[in-house]
């Protein structure tokens, strides 16, 4: 199963995205979710992951930014994302956590302007 992000964008400078990702049940209740992103030319990066407890994890460029949450109750995680920076351009994808081949999907572009 391919776990499918949704909710990207063109969006200017300083503002707000949130992504959502629904996953089936049994990924989502046994597993840590995260969210990771790949940027044209880089290589793909873990940008924040959250455990089925609630415990969080950021990178240190988007702390303070970006929020991950879970609803246990829908099976999805979601990435609040504010302020957002050209930087932050990429495509954005969910997996658990620690990521699983095959829960690659597509993910959902996110461009930031200037």
């Known amino acids: 199963v391919q776990l499918q992000a949704s909710g990207g964008g063109l969006v200017q400078r300083g503002r707000s995205l949130r992504l959502s990702c629904v996953a089936p049940?049994?990924?989502?209740?046994?597993?840590?979710m995260g969210w990771c992103r790949q940027a044209p030319g880089k290589q793909r990066e873990a940008v924040a992951t959250i455990q089925s407890g609630g415990r969080v994890d950021y990178i240190d460029s988007v702390k303070g930014r970006f929020t991950i949450s879970r609803n246990n109750a829908q099976n999805t995680v979601y990435l609040q994302m504010n302020s957002l920076e050209p930087e932050d351009t990429a495509v954005y994808y969910c997996?658990?956590?620690?990521?699983?081949?095959?829960?690659w999907g597509q993910g959902t572009q996110v461009t930031v302007s200037s």
């Open positions: 049940r049994s990924i989502f209740r046994a597993l840590g």
């Open positions: 997996n658990t956590d620690p990521p699983r081949d095959e829960y």
